[in-house]
């Protein structure tokens, strides 16, 4: 089926990260409609693991949520930086690691029904302690090592309501990546 196509954009919001606008669209079956889009440069998400099998989870306040949530380190993509390249810089600058071995857990789309932003989700071990650089506008208050099923139940019991984070750990713990 082929894909929509954009007749129209007026820009409502330009920001430092976001572009909020509104499009006129063909839909694929050829009628037009008016859509609300965020466009967002696309961004990483990490899934740290150490020796002793426990995942590196921060808890971060986050203002749009007004909460603090457990979370998997993640980070927007800067100017024309690869997923892989974010991911590693977003490693050390949030959670305080590198890490040497990286495989690739695909992406997720967080809000396909109005932005187009992926998000690029890595597992990462072999890690080793950095100087974590928080941005101004994080404000992260733990980075704890947790136990693979801690953390598992920490998504199903809703410990864990960021969903870069529960996709990430289900994706690598589905395809045997965590034992």
């Not at 994080?138 to 864990?160: F, Q, S, Y």
Request: charged residues 30%; contains cysteine; glycine residues 8%.
């Amino acid at each position: 089926m082929p894909a929509s196509r954009v007749v129209e954009r007026r820009t409502v919001l330009k920001g430092r990260v976001l572009d909020i606008g509104v499009e006129r669209v063909e839909l694929p079956d050829g009628r037009q409609t008016e859509l609300e889009i965020l466009r967002h440069p696309g961004a990483a998400a990490i899934l740290p693991v150490t020796e002793a099998n426990e995942i590196v989870l921060i808890r971060q306040y986050r203002h749009a949520a007004g909460d603090y949530l457990w979370e998997v380190p993640a980070g927007t993509r800067e100017g024309d930086e690869s997923p892989l390249e974010c991911a590693r810089r977003e490693l050390a600058e949030e959670a305080g690691f590198t890490a040497e071995d990286w495989t690739d857990l695909g992406e997720m789309l967080p809000a396909p029904g109005y932005a187009c932003e992926r998000i690029h989700l890595y597992l990462a071990r072999d890690l080793s302690r950095a100087r974590q650089n928080l941005d101004e506008d994080e404000m992260i208050v733990e980075v704890k090592p947790v136990p693979v099923a801690e953390a598992l139940r920490w998504v199903a019991d809703g410990t864990v309501i960021d969903g870069k984070t529960a996709v990430a750990l289900c994706r690598a713990q589905l395809r045997g990546l965590l034992s």
